[in-house]
């Protein structure tokens, strides 16, 4: 029997290399543009590896899989693939979380020194004809007294502590798996979820999508914290209640905000938080750079290439 590889959707200008990979192998190859999970589940029918970006992967989709398949996430997060029906048939599951910690992490950095020295409100009032820099710029901290904040502090928050600290912030992290000798060799307050919320002038997102993480950052919380603070997610859009997030900043309950990611993407027209005052938007670009969609896409033809030969993929997702 032939053996399929799928492509079920991706951003890139082309997939030549999984392509090249899966022929190489002998393997048939199709890509698509799915963008919902029926569509999936029609086009990786009897696939023996499947690469995914952001389409869903469903229980339906992967009971369709060909026997010993392999599903292959073009990305850090892999939360729109089921991974219980994934392991209920024994299906593996891969990705690639080291193709762009350095990238993601620029960018939230980037995001965070824009809105702290409020560069996008600036910006608009020179366009719109003003000149009160005082006036548009108030409040401003100097960044030496500046309190950040970590919202869980793995590789991409380490990442970003390391390109932020010679700003001189105070920096603080809620994350349990950061151990108080560690923290304290890097500089790190440990401190609670709700006190991190409270005492944070700047609360930068980096935790995983889980039931436990779902729409954390909820109105109870957005109302603990102070009215000149800025959040930043650069990590998953499942993490943010975003009608909550919109009605905060139009209250000024927060400061701002700078995303990369949201629930829906792309973000809907209807989505109020078109309409947010203070809020700067990306299109999911965090993790973009010329080398960097090149290291993903190869790492992904790589493991197309493994998974045909009967091999584990580079970066099992991790067992609960």
Known sequence: MTRH???????FPNVAMERRAATESGASF??????????VATRVAGAKVVAVQFAPVTAEAISGLADDATIIRYGIGYDNIDLSAARAKG???????????DEVAEHASAAVLALLRKLPALDASVRAGDW???????????????RFGFFG???????????????????????????????ADLGIELMTPEALFAKSDVLSLHAPSTPLTYQYVNAERLATMMNHAILV???????????ALAAALAANTIGAAALDVFNTEPLPETSPLRDAPNLLLSPHAAWYSDAAIERLQRFVAEDIRRALDGQAPRQPVPSP
């Open 153 to 183: 502090f793995g590789k991409i928050g380490r990442a970003v502590h390391q390109r932020l600290k010679g700003f001189g912030f105070a920096f603080q992290a809620a994350d349990p798996a950061l151990a108080p000798g560690a923290a």
């Open 91 to 101: 299906v593996r599951v891969g990705y690639v979380p080291d193709y762009c910690t």
């Open 233 to 243: 997610n650069c990590a998953r859009g499942s993490l943010i209640d975003e009608d």
């Open 132 to 146: 009160k820099p005082a006036e548009v710029a108030q409040p401003m901290k100097p960044l030496a007294e500046t």
């Open 5 to 11: 590889v799928v492509v079920t959707d991706y951003t």
């Open 30 to 39: 199709a890509e698509f543009q799915c963008r919902n999970a029926g569509d």
